[in-house]
């Protein structure tokens, strides 16, 4: 007997799309409407490095326009398709209507290897494919915005940002044409790593619920629990960073491209620092401190642990592996980890999954705080920051004198009048917003989760909230 045959990605993101739109009163034809992306721009172009001219093949899919701009990363990797494209373009649209950031679906992406190019070529390739695509609106603060995604960081939205700025010089707005840039050019405090930040606001809400703690098999709070991460790029390193500095789990296994390096005792968990300074100086994680490596990464994902999060690529999970998964509670920082016929699996076996739609949301949560920021032309905070300080500073001087002419014993601690004085700083603000989104969409999520008995999981809560919203959007334009 064969293996079995697995859908492509974009096929399975349609699959979960139907399995809810099963669960929702909608028209079949608005669901096909909602479905469908509505337009892929394929582009082939040249670039003359050391004399050579090379061809470069890169796309920008359209999944959904009720709402415009569209929005969605720009990923520079090998494997890159028109499917994974319209793929993760309809997992935009879906991920925006589930929390409330005000776009449409998009993605883009460009097949190539980036670690092979030298820094000034890799800037001519994105320059060429910045003008192609901004040429046609593709990129344009007011229709399509991109940010960085796999194989692309802040290095490579300066050079869009620019890109567009010289072929728009009148345009007011240019800023706004592209999120997770440097602060120096008008990015947001935050944003590099608002993703993992993310991931981990939306375990600290998930462990605030007992009862879905329970559905896990799982009992307590985050501190202490055993976490395997797949992926130590920009997603996987804040989430784990984050988890185990601030939420005091141990990272017990990290997984990357050449293996895994798994924590010698699961007491202490692994430093992520160090692990994370390795790779960027070798590679890869063999021989990285503090822990044993083992050469097969994927049978890691097998590894007993309380949370996996994989965070590198989609479809990792899948119908070859997904009846070996130890983990009780698996969280989609990536896009797509686990395809829909693993998913099945997944949750036949009792498996609490915390979807990618929801999970990562909070780069496109932070992403559209500096596009506010950039249409605005204001630092979040530059204008109540001193206000705010000067009024609670007016509260501790009123307590202080009562609580002294009282002749009280005990005043205000002076950590509590240093910490209550300070404003919030555009960081805090942007801290507090990507919380707050994260809690209220949780609460959303398991509302529809427990409230409907045929709702069978968190996600297809998501897609439910998601497909209802656009449906919403598109019924209101008169469809
Ligand atoms: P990245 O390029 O910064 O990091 C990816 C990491 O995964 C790298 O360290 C790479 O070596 C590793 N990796 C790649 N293939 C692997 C494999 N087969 N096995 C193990 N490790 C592998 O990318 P990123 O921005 O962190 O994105 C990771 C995932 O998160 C993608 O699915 C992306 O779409 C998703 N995502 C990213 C953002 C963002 O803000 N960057 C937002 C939402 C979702």
Redesign the pocket.
């Known amino acids: 007997m064969g293996l079995p045959v697995e859908p492509s990605f974009r096929q399975s993101v349609d699959l979960i799309f139907s399995r809810a739109a099963q669960l929702i009163d909608l028209s079949p034809g608005l669901k096909e409407k909602i479905r469908v992306c509505n337009a892929t721009y394929t582009v082939r172009f040249g670039v003359r490095l050391d004399g050579e001219i090379c061809t470069f093949t890169g796309y920008r899919a359209i999944h959904s326009e009720h709402m415009e701009p569209v929005k969605g990363?720009i990923?520079y990797a090998l494997a890159v398709n028109q499917d994974e494209v319209e793929a993760?373009a309809a997992l935009m649209s879906y991920k925006c209507a589930l929390v409330e950031v005000p776009f449409g679906g998009s993605k883009g992406g460009l097949r190539i290897d980036p670690r092979k190019y030298a820094e000034h070529q890799l800037e001519q390739i994105t320059r060429r494919f910045a003008y192609e695509l901004i040429k046609r609106d593709l990129i344009n603060p007011s229709q399509n915005v991109p940010?960085?995604?796999?194989?692309?960081?802040e290095r490579e939205m300066a050079w869009i940002a620019d890109q567009y700025r010289r072929m728009h010089t009148t345009d007011i707005h240019a800023e706004a044409c592209v999120t997770?840039k440097p602060l120096h050019m008008g990015g947001i405090h935050g944003r590099t790593e608002?993703?993992g930040r993310g991931i981990f606001y939306a375990l600290q809400e998930f462990f605030r619920h007992p009862e879905d703690v329970a559905r896990a098999g799982l009992d307590g709070g985050l501190a202490g629990k055993r976490i395997i991460v797949?992926?130590?790029?920009?997603?996987?390193?804040h989430a784990a960073k984050f988890l185990s500095e601030e939420g005091g789990a141990r990272i017990i296994g990290i997984?990357?491209?050449d293996g895994a390096i798994l924590a010698e005792g699961e007491r202490e968990g692994l430093d992520v620092e160090a692990v994370a300074a390795h790779?960027r100086e070798t590679g890869g994680v063999k021989g990285a401190p503090g822990g044993r490596f083992v050469r097969d990464?994927?049978a890691t994902l097998e590894a007993e642990c309380d949370i996996l999060i994989p965070?590198?690529?989609?479809g990792?999970i899948n119908l070859t592996n997904a009846d070996r998964i130890r983990a009780p509670l698996i969280v989609e920082?990536?896009?797509?980890?686990i395809t829909a016929g693993a998913d099945e699996i997944l949750r036949s076996r009792g498996k609490v999954i915390i979807p990618?739609l929801f999970a990562?949301?909070?780069?496109?949560i932070v992403s559209y705080f500096e596009w506010v920021k950039n249409l605005s032309r204001i630092r979040f905070g530059r204008l109540q920051r001193r206000q705010e300080e000067a009024r609670h500073a007016l509260l501790v001087a009123e307590l202080q004198r009562i609580i002294s002419e009282a002749g009280l014993a005990t005043g205000l601690s002076d950590d509590f009048v240093r910490r209550y004085l300070k404003g919030a700083d555009e960081l805090e603000l942007v801290r507090s917003g990507l919380d707050d989104t994260m809690r209220g969409t949780y609460q959303a999520m398991r509302d529809l989760w427990h409230g409907r008995g045929d709702v069978p999981d968190l996600r297809m809560a998501a897609y439910i909230i998601a497909i209802e919203r656009i449906a919403l959007s598109y019924r209101s334009k008169g469809l």
């Open positions: 990363g990923r993760l940010a960085p995604d796999m194989g692309t960081s997770g608002a993703t797949q992926g130590l790029g920009n997603v996987g390193y997984i990357e491209r790779l990464g994927l965070a590198a690529i989609e990792v920082a990536a896009n797509g980890p990618d990562n949301a909070g780069g496109v």
